[in-house]
């Protein structure tokens, strides 16, 4: 074989070994491996290019930004969630709560302002008509469902998103309407999202194929603890890795909406279990990488 075509079939044979993996089991962990670390990474990928996201307006200029949807003469004053993204601050679970335990009330940041109307005046009109409004001072309308108790209307106008919906009904001749203005997602979100997902599923093929070959030269009790932690640890992570690719997904289908793609890792219940299961899977890497103890025979007397 010349010697020019002699480098690449060596690096080629070289990948195909450390990306080995056979029989039923072997593939499964692979596989699970490797779209856990895809999601995973996408998802730090995306969280990192949230961070090129704009501050929220002062508020006189949301005012100018929403002014047109905004009823006639209304005279309330905006209230701010000025974070990217957060717990909903209305929400009086303690801090340490939300950051062990996770929360389902995961929510973007935003300024808004908060109406109510007696059922005498209609809220789907009370909603279309603002849309409407909008539209005419150069919004573009990304959204519509004027169906049901809670009509709604979006509009998108350089980066920002204008979300108008009633808020149902606040007692028995009452309903809220709210009024919203927050950011669409960064360009740089979608960008390092891709790098993650393309980046992660050959690392974690990568490291299941490396923790693989190991196990088979470890002491069986050893490499059965290897599996569990890793196996189980899988499993533990599976909902979160789910629900946040469920997100990744969202957030490309409709890139002007603010999803976070790191969504299943911070929800209720499935934060404790990624932090158990990604414990757990350190491990297992630690435990199979560690040197198996050579025995030395005794020199003969």
């Known amino acids: 074989m010349p010697q020019t075509m ?124 603002a849309g409407r409004r909008m539209q005419e001072a150069g919004w573009k309308l990304r959204s519509s469902d004027l169906s049901g108790c809670c009509p709604e209307v979006a509009a998108i106008k350089e980066g920002w998103l204008v979300e108008i919906f009633s808020e149902g009904d606040l007692d028995e001749s009452h309903y809220g309407l709210q009024v919203a203005l927050t950011r669409t997602t960064p360009a740089d979100a979608l960008s390092l999202t891709g790098v993650g997902l393309v980046v992660g599923g050959p690392a974690g093929w990568l490291l299941a194929a490396y923790v693989f070959q190991r196990a088979h030269r470890l002491h069986p009790g050893r490499r059965k603890v290897v599996a569990l932690l890793c196996g189980g640890g899988l499993l533990a992570v599976l909902p979160a890795t789910l629900l946040s690719g469920a997100a990744i997904l969202t957030a490309y289908l409709d890139p002007t909406g603010p999803t976070p793609g790191w969504l299943g890792y911070t929800f209720f219940g499935l934060r404790p279990l990624a932090y158990l299961g990604g414990i757990a899977v350190v491990l297992g890497l630690l435990l199979a990488a560690v040197p198996r103890a050579v025995r030395r025979r005794p020199l003969a007397g």
Not at 57 to 72: F, I, K, T
Not at 83 to 106: A, I, V
Not at 108 to 116: D, L
């Open 6 to 129: 002699k480098a690449p079939s060596l690096l080629l044979g070289a990948i195909q070994y450390r990306f080995r993996v056979w029989g039923a089991l072997g593939v499964t962990l692979a596989v699970s491996a490797a779209v856990t670390a895809a999601v995973a990474l996408g998802a730090f990928g995306n969280f990192l290019g949230w961070r090129s996201a704009p501050p929220l307006p002062r508020d006189v200029e949301v005012r100018q930004l929403v002014g047109r949807a905004l009823p006639p003469g209304a005279p309330v004053e905006p209230q701010r969630w000025d974070f990217t993204f957060d717990q909903n601050p209305e929400y009086l679970d303690p801090r340490w709560f939300y950051l062990l335990g996770g929360t389902d009330e995961y929510r973007a940041g935003k300024v808004f302002f908060q109406f109510t109307y007696s059922d005498d005046q209609p809220r789907r009109d009370m909603v279309e008509a």
